[in-house]
């Protein structure tokens, strides 16, 4: 029985930048070290924001116990689609149903 030579497969080289690929990254580097030069200059370090205390809504006077607005309908354990997103959804597959038709 013999067995096969051990292949080596090398990395490809890894691709040169086209001119106007070039040179937008010079000028994407120079505008970053130009906005990092501006933050370092004038820090915005100020007062740190509190947060307000938390209140709980079941502790809260006159809390509200019913289901919250806006939150869809679960089927089968999914939030069922609000009108204007099953309408997108017709749309989307009518697209692709006529694409399909129109390519064979």
Do not use: C
């Not at 086209?18 to 200059?41: D, G, L, M, R, Y």
């Not at 809260?60 to 869809?72: I, N, T």
């Amino acid at each position: 029985m013999t067995y096969a030579r051990p292949q080596f497969f090398y990395a490809p080289q890894p691709v040169a930048d086209t001119p106007e690929v070039a040179s937008a990254k010079v000028a994407h580097f120079a505008a970053w070290n130009a906005a990092a030069a501006a933050a370092a200059a004038a820090p915005d370090f100020g007062p740190v924001p509190v947060a307000a205390p938390f209140i709980s809504a079941y502790a809260a006077p006159g809390a509200y116990y019913g289901p919250l607005a806006g939150v869809p309908a679960i089927v089968n354990g999914v939030p069922a689609d609000t009108p204007e997103v099953a309408a997108a959804k017709v749309a989307h597959f009518a697209a692709h149903a006529q694409a399909r038709a129109l390519s064979g």
